[in-house]
């Protein structure tokens, strides 16, 4: 029973991990199109606005998909 517990604790680390390095990389790819594409037409504020914001957002999807996996499997070993 334990061994297949620490397998299931494994695999849901394992796509968590996997999620959170897409969100970095979407991110990444949404700052170079805005960058390219749109940042231009927008005063300095604005930029840092949405870059901000962006961020911000990204932190919270990482976040919340991290809490999920804390409150489930809490301090155990």
Same mark, same amino acid.
């Given at each position: 029973?334990?061994?297949?517990?620490?397998?299931?604790?494994?695999? !849901?680390?394992?796509?968590?991990?996997? +999620? /959170? $390095?897409?969100?970095?990389?979407?991110? %990444?790819?949404?700052?170079?199109?805005?960058?390219?594409?749109?940042?231009?037409?927008?005063?300095?504020? !604005?930029?840092?606005?949405?870059?901000? +914001? /962006? $961020?911000?957002?990204?932190?919270?999807? %990482?976040?919340?998909?991290?809490?999920?996996?804390?409150?489930?499997?809490?301090?155990?070993?």
């Amino acid at each position: 029973m334990r061994r297949g517990r620490s397998l299931e604790k494994k695999r !849901q680390m394992a796509w968590r991990g996997v +999620a /959170s $390095l897409l969100v970095l990389l979407a991110w %990444v790819i949404f700052i170079v199109v805005f960058t390219l594409l749109w940042a231009p037409n927008l005063s300095l504020f !604005q930029n840092i606005v949405i870059l901000i +914001a /962006s $961020l911000v957002a990204a932190f919270v999807v %990482v976040g919340i998909m991290w809490m999920l996996y804390g409150m489930r499997y809490g301090w155990e070993s």
